[in-house]
């Protein structure tokens, strides 16, 4: 019996279909980044906006107003590609640059009305996309 199972208590029976779902569960997460992810780029794309761009309009959507300078750990990027997307998103009018009123040689990053309409339209697509796989990852559980 392995350390995971006499820790449990679990039989050797119920060990084994401890590690088969778990097996099961793995294919499915791996199934669903790597559709997700495929999706994110197309679905964005769709809207004339690359994945990086949705991705910082989503935070900065999340956030509020965030400094310029000081995007969330999240972002691995380097500042110089983090302000070449927010470039393009000002540009398109989905994010505007204010002064900091807390620091005036400091900017802020705003979603503009128009930048939260688009934020709006992607999310709803990525709804309706995972509404319709939803099933798909059912019938995986379920082993179909």
């Not at 906006?49 to 000081?70: F, K, N, P, Y």
Request: contains cysteine; proline residues 4%.
């Amino acid at each position: 019996m392995t350390p995971l199972a006499s820790a449990l208590g679990k039989s050797p029976e119920k060990q084994v279909t401890l590690t088969h779902d778990a097996a099961d569960f793995h294919r499915a997460m791996l199934d669903f980044v790597r559709i997700y992810q495929l999706r994110d780029r197309d679905r964005t794309e769709l809207h004339n906006v690359s994945a990086s761009a949705a991705h910082i309009l989503e935070v900065l959507t999340r956030l509020g107003q965030s400094r310029s300078i000081s995007l969330p750990p999240s972002f691995s990027w380097e500042k110089s590609t983090a302000s070449r997307v927010v470039t393009g998103l000002v540009e398109k009018g989905y994010v505007w640059r204010v002064t900091d009123p807390d620091d005036r040689r400091a900017l802020r990053l705003e979603v503009t009305p128009t930048g939260s309409e688009l934020h709006e339209r992607i999310n709803a697509h990525a709804l309706q996309d995972t509404s319709r796989c939803s099933g798909c990852f059912r019938q995986v559980h379920a082993g179909g």
